[in-house]
């Protein structure tokens, strides 16, 4: 497939009477929406935790002249030690597992010191900024959220940013994600979508501090409106790793200065962003705020019902296309998270083979006949580095060829084997992986990757063997119904898991129906396929090949055909919804 199809920045394009301003134009515009409130205006730039504060106090002391500005962090939170002792329980001592916080921001306060940033205020104009920066201002005059997405976070934590208030600075990136994905981001979460209804600016800091772009905050509240009535994509994110493949780089156009590409979170809204084109311009905000802002609409009743503002599914690329094997891992069954982790469900998952090699293998499953004892033994061994683990011996290897379909319930040994191009198809809480074995190898940080055989060996599921995975997770395809230039077949998932998938092939315009759940769909044969509203609902969405794409529930029904080359050709789309939550059928 051409490189060049593949978009790497999917936006929602606003209409014409969008504004949006960049560098000094932007603060001059808060400055003056404020001085058109009041004589002596308070300003408030709430933050989310990552966002460049030293940078950012540096813009609003050279924008603002003649007002007093105040870091709320700085002047009103308790100290590093009082919080780290607050979170120490929720952090633990694991190198990745911790424990999910429900703490409130304003218990990382002094509400002393915000009173007295409030009366400060009162006393002339004033800017008060930082993460909780609205705590202390409930009068202000102008509100502005410097929002920022969860890679754009990592991204500036590998290069030393430290957690909120700590000064790690030097810490393992795992440990810093670990705090951020338990604790911080959780809280931030709960903070930020307080204030949506009631923000008059939106700043993304996502590429500089310094040419912050700024959009109103009816802006911001519509752009995410008009998202939720329409298919829509989030942007991926190309990440390399220690096993990473080749075959990205050409199908989705990426830059050849990385050795690899290892993962595309392609549809990973926790984490992803979303871009609003706004006066021909790019405007990033992380896609979580989608979820939050509009979960029924995007989700449906029946999954909002189940999991509440949190996009259960997600898809993702594996690609070990002349790379090599992941870990052989073990996903955690739903009691353990939750007892453990504090999780409310778990990642089932599936391998979908977008692309092989001639042998291309997955491990999945124990051989029959293995005994527990003996196979974790030969893995604590491997562990300590004094000989290697035989993971040809203990699980069994199916030959995978483009499009199997390989079903992972929580609880199986499994892992992709190199030569492989996987989409990955899973419920979200994505960094629960026991790692059992990792082939000898060390991150690209030169740090051995963790290993969590004592979590792994209490959720492995040793009934699953070779009998009962080759007739329950390897291939389970039925064809459910056909039509006039279209067929569907459900390809998963297991009765274990909650998602449902359905593989259709289709050579003519076909019409679907979200049955009031969320859809979740990759192009995976075919060149170029049109999404179009039968009622004129939203504005026509071509996707291309491997792109990953979101139908709304709130759309209910849409029509999928053959675009610009691939008229006449047999396309293939496979999709994804919550299990329970639709009614039956696929369409007319």
């Known amino acids: 497939m051409p490189a060049s199809k593949y978009d790497k920045w999917p936006a929602t394009r606003m209409g014409i009477s969008h504004r949006i301003w960049s560098g000094q134009a932007a603060w001059a515009e808060i400055r003056r929406v404020a001085e058109s409130r009041s004589a002596a205006p308070t300003i408030v730039v709430d933050c989310y935790p990552g966002t460049d504060i030293q940078t950012l106090h540096k813009e609003l002391g050279a924008a603002f002249a003649g007002y007093t500005v105040i870091d709320v962090e700085k002047h009103a939170a308790r100290p590093t030690a009082e919080i780290d002792a607050m979170i120490d329980q929720n952090l633990t001592d694991d190198r990745v597992f911790g424990v999910m916080s429900h703490l409130r921001l304003t218990s990382f306060y002094v509400e002393d010191r915000l009173e007295e940033i409030a009366r400060i205020a009162t006393q002339g104009p004033t800017v008060i900024f930082g993460w909780g920066a609205a705590l202390a201002a409930p009068n202000r005059d102008v509100l502005a959220l410097a929002d920022l997405a969860r890679w754009e976070i990592q991204q500036r934590q590998r290069k030393g940013l430290p957690n909120w208030r700590s000064t790690n600075f030097d810490e393992d990136n ?12 959780r809280v931030a979460d709960r903070h930020k979508q307080d204030l949506f209804s009631k923000l008059d600016f939106v700043i993304d800091t996502n590429a500089s501090t310094t040419e912050a772009k700024v959009i109103t905050g009816d802006t911001f509240r519509e752009g995410l409106a008009l998202t939720a009535s329409k298919p829509f994509r989030v942007v991926p994110f190309f990440d390399p790793g220690v096993w990473g493949g080749q075959w990205m780089k050409d199908v989705c156009g990426l830059n050849d200065d990385e050795e690899n590409y290892a993962w595309c979170f392609d549809c990973v809204p926790e984490e992803n962003s979303l871009l609003l084109e706004v006066e021909g311009e790019h405007f990033e905000l992380p896609s979580i705020d989608l979820v939050f802002r509009h979960p029924r609409e995007l989700l449906g009743e029946l999954t909002f019902a189940r999991f509440g503002a949190e996009f259960p599914i997600r898809f993702d690329f594996l690609d070990t296309m002349q790379g090599g094997n992941l870990s052989l891992q073990v996903h955690p069954l739903t009691e353990y998270i939750k007892d453990t982790f504090g999780m409310n469900y778990t990642q089932d998952e599936s391998y979908y083979l977008l692309d092989a090699a001639k042998d291309a293998v997955v491990y999945l499953g124990v051989k029959d006949g293995t005994d527990p004892d003996e196979m974790v033994s030969a893995l604590e061994t491997a562990s300590t580095g004094v000989e290697s683990f035989d993971a040809e011996k203990y699980v069994n290897m199916y030959p995978a060829k483009k499009h199997d379909h390989f079903l992972i319930p929580a609880g199986t040994v499994h892992c992709s084997g190199a030569d492989s191009m996987v989409l990955e198809i899973s ?24 290993i969590h055989l004592e979590h792994a060996k209490e959720n492995i599921q040793w009934d699953r063997g070779t009998k009962w995975t080759t007739e329950n997770l390897v291939d389970q395809v039925q064809v459910i119904e056909e039509g006039d230039g279209w067929v569907e077949e459900r390809t998963g998932l297991h009765e274990f898991e909650f998602i449902e ?69 047999k396309l293939g789309t496979l999709k994804a919804s919550v299990r329970g939550t639709e009614r039956p059928g696929f369409g007319k």
Request: proline share 8%.
């Open 174 to 185: 795992l440990r810093k994600y670990k705090r951020g994905f338990f604790i911080e981001w």
């Open 427 to 450: 419920a979200t809480p994505f960094i629960f992986t026991f790692k059992m074995w990792d082939w000898d190898r060390v991150g690209l940080d030169g740090i051995p990757r963790p």
């Open 501 to 569: 998938t359905r593989r259709h092939w289709f050579t003519k315009p076909v019409l679907h129906d979200t049955q009031g759940t969320v859809n979740v769909i990759n192009l995976v044969e075919g060149s170029e396929a049109i999404v179009e509203s039968p009622t004129g609902g939203f504005e026509p969405f071509i996707v291309h090949y491997a792109e990953t794409f979101i139908i709304p529930a709130q759309v209910g029904e849409y029509i999928i055909r053959p675009h610009g080359g691939a008229e006449g050709q």
